[in-house]
Nanobody, 118 residues
Framework: QVQLVESGGGLVQAGGSLRLSCAAS????????MGWYRQAPGKQRELVARMTNLGITNYADSVEGRFTISRDNAENEKYVYLQMNGLSPEDTAVYYC??????????WGQGTLVTVSS
């Protein structure tokens, strides 16, 4: 099993910045990629950014150049971060941390709400 714990969401004004963090523990030795997805009210969940174990990143077009994903490792945990700059009200959503293992199984965090006021 994998446990994902997110933090860092909140309320910010348009143009501001937030940094999301996610800590993964448990069965984390067979990770393929970690990343962030988001779901706005009335919309489907969408990829924001992900990074593979080879360091390959991909971003949604809407966040390219504004958001940066990074990862870090500790002895029994792995971390993924999302630095979000230049936030706009369109970025308001619940952000979910995702871990995909090499067997293509997805694990999800509980979600953290990001609200951007205009």
């Amino acid at each position: 099993q994998v446990q994902l714990v997110e933090s860092g969401g909140g309320l910010v004004q348009a143009g501001g910045s937030l940094r999301l963090s996610c800590a993964a523990s448990g069965r984390i030795f067979d990770i393929d990629a970690m990343g962030w997805y988001r779901q706005a009210p009335g919309k489907q969940r969408e990829l924001v950014a992900r990074m593979t174990n080879l360091g390959i990143t991909n971003y949604a077009d809407s966040v390219e150049g504004r958001f940066t994903i990074s990862r870090d490792n500790a002895e029994n945990e792995k971390y993924v971060y999302l630095q979000m700059n230049g936030l706009s009200p369109e970025d308001t959503a619940v952000y979910y941390c995702n871990l995909r293992n090499i067997w293509l199984r997805d694990y999800w965090g509980q979600g953290t709400l990001v609200t951007v006021s205009s």
